[in-house]
């Protein structure tokens, strides 16, 4: 194998490595924004105010699934 062709296949695995980190993180956060969402609906009744702020905020500051590009170019 010649250098060049060395060098892609390098760039290629280091590509690959970066998308699959990526994908990994989009999808934690995603399962955290899902169970966040699932506890305050079910404990709405429950909850102070405050709580319910608290939550709320939290929700909000994750990252949306329709927000991936964004993510993607914070991570390059």
Same mark, same amino acid.
Request: charged letters at 25%; glycine letters at 6%; aromatic letters at 2%.
């Given at each position: 194998?010649? *250098? @060049? @062709?060395? =060098?892609?296949?390098? *760039? +290629? &695995?280091?590509?690959?490595? !970066? ?5 990994? !993180? +989009?999808? =934690? ?6 169970? +966040?969402?699932? =506890? +305050?609906? =079910?404990? @709405?009744?429950s909850l102070? *105010? !405050?709580?319910k702020s ?5 929700? &909000?500051?994750?990252?949306?699934? &329709?927000?991936? &590009? @964004?993510?993607? !170019?914070?991570?390059?």
């Amino acid at each position: 194998m010649n *250098c @060049a @062709a060395g =060098r892609f296949f390098l *760039c +290629l &695995n280091q590509l690959i490595l !970066k998308c699959t980190s990526t994908m990994g !993180k +989009l999808c =934690r956060v995603e399962e955290a924004h899902v169970q +966040l969402h699932e =506890r +305050l609906q =079910r404990s @709405a009744g429950s909850l102070s *105010c !405050k709580e319910k702020s608290e939550l709320e905020s939290r929700l &909000n500051g994750m990252v949306e699934p &329709n927000q991936e &590009n @964004a993510v993607l !170019k914070d991570l390059e």
